[in-house]
């Protein structure tokens, strides 16, 4: 690896780094009688509301539908998150230090599944609070109808629009991703050579 990639690795695993401390993940909920909006943000420990109180606003909206209560307590990957980024971090540091193609290619290649498993998680996640709803507690039934959020972008749930986007951590975790596939790419133009043009 050139020195250019082996610092973009060791710049992607400080960016990494800013997951333990900024949320990855924010959910908006806003509707007519809530302009200013509900919010919940996502961290690798716990999900919180984005004002203080927004997530018991939320649960208690949630009561209405039959939607189960989001307790950070109850959810077994944030009990884990914390792990897998310390060690991607790590591991990442590792790879700029070492400078070798192939254990690039192959955090890289770690790195992708770890993304792709956490996307597909809080898409699981989102459906079964959307889908598992007791109907016959709940107020408010609508035959047919769930709740589940959007994995990117908005989507219109009864009265209220949810918007689901990366979070601070979560944008520097995708420039940090980036900055990888730079590296990579730097990495597979220095290791092949440019052919030589006969005089």
């Given at each position: 690896?050139?020195?250019?990639?082996?610092?973009?690795v060791a710049?992607?695993?400080?960016?990494?780094?800013?997951?333990?401390?900024?949320?990855?993940?924010?959910?908006?909920?806003?509707?007519?009688?809530?302009?200013?909006?509900?919010?919940?943000l996502?961290?690798v420990?716990?999900?919180?509301?984005?004002?203080?109180?927004?997530?018991?606003?939320?649960?208690?909206?949630?009561h209405?539908?039959?939607m189960?209560?989001?307790?950070?307590?109850?959810?077994?990957?944030?009990r884990y998150?914390?792990?897998?980024?310390?060690?991607?971090?790590g591991?990442?540091?590792?790879?700029?230090?070492?400078?070798?193609?192939r254990?690039l290619?192959?955090?890289?290649?770690?790195?992708?599944?770890?993304?792709?498993?956490?996307?597909?998680?809080?898409?699981?996640?989102?459906?079964?609070?959307?889908?598992?709803?007791?109907?016959?507690t709940?107020?408010?039934?609508?035959p047919?109808m769930?709740?589940?959020?959007p994995?990117?972008?908005?989507?219109?749930?009864l009265?209220?629009?949810?918007?689901?986007?990366?979070?601070?951590?979560?944008?520097?975790?995708?420039?940090?991703?980036?900055?990888?596939?730079?590296?990579i790419?730097?990495?597979?133009?220095?290791?092949w050579?440019?052919?030589?043009?006969?005089a």
């Open positions: 690896m050139p020195k250019s990639a082996r610092l973009l710049v992607a695993a400080l960016l990494m780094s800013a997951g333990f401390v900024l949320p990855l993940w924010r959910v908006d909920l806003i509707a007519p009688q809530y302009p200013e909006g509900l919010g919940m996502i961290t420990r716990s999900v919180i509301g984005v004002k203080e109180q927004d997530l018991n606003s939320i649960n208690g909206l949630n209405y539908i039959g189960k209560r989001i307790e950070p307590d109850a959810i077994p990957e944030l998150m914390s792990m897998i980024l310390g060690a991607m971090v591991t990442a540091l590792l790879v700029a230090a070492l400078g070798r193609r254990v290619y192959a955090w890289t290649l770690g790195l992708a599944t770890v993304l792709g498993a956490g996307l597909y998680d809080y898409w699981k996640w989102g459906y079964e609070y959307g889908h598992d709803l007791d109907t016959e709940a107020i408010i039934k609508i047919g769930t709740y589940q959020p994995l990117l972008g908005s989507k219109q749930l009265n209220f629009t949810a918007t689901s986007w990366p979070a601070s951590g979560g944008w520097l975790l995708v420039l940090a991703t980036v900055l990888v596939g730079v590296a790419w730097q990495s597979t133009r220095r290791a050579p440019a052919p030589s043009v006969a």
